[in-house]
């Protein structure tokens, strides 16, 4: 049996992001043009071409405050 995924979706008048948190890190899903971006490996990764359960084509690597720091401009443009 396929074990169900968690994940939050944060609303306003859609999904901007959803968030998957794992062990080491959070995993996010931005809604945000890949291309808009200065992708960082590690950090950034477009996701516009790979299945994955978020909304979104940004995924964002959470794994310290200061990477939190990092995303938020991300996050407020996606917002």
């Known amino acids: 049996m ?8 944060f ?11 794992h062990i080491k890190d959070l995993q996010v899903w931005a809604r945000l043009d890949p291309s808009s971006v200065v992708l960082e490996e590690g950090f950034t990764k477009d996701v516009s071409q790979l299945g994955h359960a978020g909304t979104g084509d940004l995924e964002i690597r959470l794994r310290t405050a200061a990477d939190l ?3 938020q401009p991300l ?5």
């Not at 396929?2 to 979706?9: D, I």
């Not at 609303?11 to 948190?21: E, I, Q």
């Not at 996050?75 to 917002?79: D, P, T």
């Open 11 to 21: 609303r306003r008048l859609k999904n901007f992001a959803c968030v998957k948190p």
């Open 69 to 71: 720091e990092r995303a």
């Open 2 to 9: 396929k074990e169900l995924e968690h994940y939050v979706a």
């Open 75 to 79: 996050l407020l443009r996606s917002y």
